[in-house]
């Protein structure tokens, strides 16, 4: 059996070197009951090979820690649907339904960790800090704990058989900080295109994302790479991730690169209609994106939550330049690709096919949620499922019923920019404007703009104020469907988009 070590092959300065392997047998003799940190972003960057050994050993009770489990049928989808996951440790499981399933009949246990909580996790551990400090979580069901980790095994009524604990509190400067511990595995897989034999790595476009940090992360570090190249292939400036953290390449193959959301630019749909055809009923999520348009100032940094937000840059003045940040890594994110223009290596964090603008840059998870936590940025924009007149919002959980997992949302509603939502008014029928959310809260007071298919709401003096209705809709129909007592401003507008 080949030891899972440190390659003890001595150079004439005791210098270890990077081991490159012949066949992916040392993933196979991964224990039972390892934690293993599995790189990528959806299936973004995953590390294909890998995933497809472990499936092949069996290996039962593990532990994985990623942004997500992959989907029903890719990814570390492979590995649940096969019976070897004991946990998930993850932001977001909202594309894999087997997940769901067993997660909520109490057959499988997972944590759920915002986003950027999880990716300085993976940092600090690498670095060698244990604990940290954050603002993200505050005063919801991550700092008091309570999230189901684990049901009890097919309970009617979800029983919680594991529960996450509360978090430890500090205040710094007058605001409240939930303290969080460094996550490190025992063996970490990941993908990167390019290695030279020192193992420096090299990434494409937003397949970077978790992989940086979990190589630094680990005991253990098995790397399979798409080409390896002689030392002096790239410059020493062009290194991405340090050879010094990686023990083992593998040169992969047969790589799918699978898009989980292939979207076109519009100018493919109105060529080919037949071939490419858009989601019905756009009308109403349109005329919100287009009146949420108007929020956009020349120069602003934006992050653009999935859904409705992403269908705003097609509405927006063409005269002014907005950079857009994706948690999965990037700043200056562009147009949707024309047809053939799409990378399995570039997509958004709604797992979508992008381009990148000139003078756009890519980064690890890590910066990209210090870019958040930092405050650098102007504008964040998401959807959401309840709202209430302080500006608390719940957006990533039903419990019993849907579990999608916080993503980055936690981090940007807490990151300190403005905190644009657009939605649909109603849902269903159902009222999305409520006296108190009843769902677990992604924040506390931290909405400033809400924009539906039926009004604008402003934060003022601490709550949300309508000052605009759509020209179709009356102040009634409004009052009606919102579920907390309206305060309206007195200058009233109407918007006709």
């Not at 939930?178 to 897989?189: F, L, N, P, T, V």
């Given at each position: ?177 939930i303290r969080e511990e460094a996550i490190q595995g025992d063996y970490a897989i ?64 047969n790589y799918k690169k699978s898009i989980e959301r292939l979207v076109y630019d ?52 063409p005269h002014i330049t907005i950079h857009f940040h994706t948690e999965i890594g ?168």
């Amino acid at each position: 059996m080949f030891a899972l070590s440190k390659t003890l092959s001595l150079h004439h300065m005791n210098k270890y070197y990077v081991k490159i392997l012949k066949d992916l047998s040392i993933v196979k003799q991964i224990p039972a009951g390892s934690t293993i940190l599995v790189g990528g972003f959806g299936l973004c960057g995953i590390p294909e090979n890998s995933i497809n050994a472990l499936k092949e050993a069996g290996t039962k009770n593990l532990t994985v820690v990623s942004n997500n489990c992959g989907t029903n049928d890719e990814g570390l989808g492979i590995l649940l649907n096969n019976g070897q996951l004991k946990r998930v440790i993850a932001s977001y499981a909202g594309e894999n339904h087997h997940l769901a399933d067993k997660y909520f009949d109490g057959e499988l246990e997972l944590e759920l960790i915002p986003q950027g909580t999880l990716a300085e996790k993976l940092r600090s551990a690498g670095a060698g800090i244990p604990a940290f400090y954050t603002r993200t979580g505050v005063d919801t069901i991550v700092e008091k704990g309570g999230i189901p980790i684990k049901y009890k095994n097919h309970s009617k009524d979800f029983q919680v058989d594991i529960a996450s604990q509360p978090k430890h509190v500090e205040y710094f400067q007058g605001q409240k900080y939930i303290r969080e511990e460094a996550i490190q595995g025992d063996y970490a897989i990941i993908k990167a295109s390019v290695a030279d034999t020192n193992g420096n790595l090299r990434f494409v476009g937003t397949s970077r994302n978790f992989n940086e940090d979990m190589a630094k992360a680990a005991k253990v570090v098995i790397a399979e790479v798409e080409s390896i190249v002689p030392l002096g292939s790239f410059g020493f400036d062009h290194v991405h991730v340090n050879g010094i953290y990686v023990d083992y390449l593998y040169l992969g193959s047969n790589y799918k690169k699978s898009i989980e959301r292939l979207v076109y630019d519009e100018s493919v749909y109105q060529r080919n209609p037949e071939k490419f055809k858009k989601a019905k009923n756009q009308g109403l999520r349109n005329r919100i994106a287009k009146r949420a348009a108007h929020e956009f100032k020349d120069g602003m940094y934006v992050n653009l939550g999935i859904g409705i937000p992403t269908l705003i840059p097609a509405f927006l003045d063409p005269h002014i330049t907005i950079h857009f940040h994706t948690e999965i890594g990037a700043v200056g994110v562009g147009n949707y690709p024309l047809e053939g223009q799409e990378l399995g290596d570039l997509v958004n964090a709604g797992k979508e096919s992008i381009t990148l603008n000139q003078g756009a840059s890519t980064f690890s998870s890590s910066e990209s949620f210090g870019i958040v936590r930092g405050g650098h940025l102007d504008l964040t924009v998401l959807g959401a499922m309840q709202i209430n007149k302080q500006g608390d919002i719940a957006n990533w959980v039903i419990p019993g019923r849907m579990v999608k997992g916080m993503g980055g949302a936690m981090d940007l509603v807490a990151s300190g920019s403005k905190v644009l939502v657009v939605m649909e008014h109603t849902a269903k029928g159902e009222k999305k404007f409520l006296k108190d959310i009843t769902l677990p809260a992604t924040g506390l007071r931290r909405v400033d703009q809400v924009i539906t298919d039926k009004a604008v709401f402003v934060k003022r003096n601490g709550e949300l104020v309508l000052t605009e209705i759509a020209a179709d809709t009356d102040l009634e129909w409004v009052r009606a469907n919102t579920g907390f007592e309206l305060t309206v401003a007195d200058d009233l507008k109407k918007f006709d988009i």
